[in-house]
């Protein structure tokens, strides 16, 4: 259980900063340096982010960029 936790908190440690920092474009090594965590530790994680959508990425392995999708937010005058 501590490792799906663990897990777990750094998916919400990268949401959070790339909603803070919402057009980054980040490699795994420059997110690493950012968050002050290991490649190793990042790469599920972002990976299971794209999984979900929150996160895009161009590229593969260590040159692969990801940054995060912003939500479409709907207006009301797009309801009228």
Same mark, same amino acid.
């Given at each position: 259980?501590?490792? !799906? $936790?663990?897990?777990?908190?750094?998916?919400? !440690?990268?949401?959070?900063?790339? !909603? /803070?920092?919402?057009?980054?474009?980040?490699? &795994? !090594?420059?997110? /690493?340096?950012?968050?002050? $965590?290991?490649?190793?530790?990042?790469?599920?994680?972002?990976? $299971?982010?794209?999984?979900? /959508? &929150?996160?895009?990425?161009?590229?593969?392995?260590? $040159?692969? &960029?990801?940054?995060?999708? &912003?939500?479409?937010?709907?207006?009301?005058?797009?309801? /009228?």
């Amino acid at each position: 259980m501590g490792l !799906e $936790r663990n897990q777990l908190m750094l998916q919400m !440690e990268c949401t959070l900063f790339f !909603e /803070s920092n919402p057009y980054a474009y980040q490699t &795994i !090594e420059g997110l /690493s340096v950012r968050l002050g $965590r290991s490649a190793d530790q990042l790469d599920q994680v972002l990976n $299971r982010l794209v999984e979900m /959508s &929150i996160l895009s990425r161009v590229g593969d392995g260590a $040159r692969a &960029i990801y940054y995060f999708n &912003i939500p479409y937010h709907v207006t009301e005058a797009e309801w /009228s």
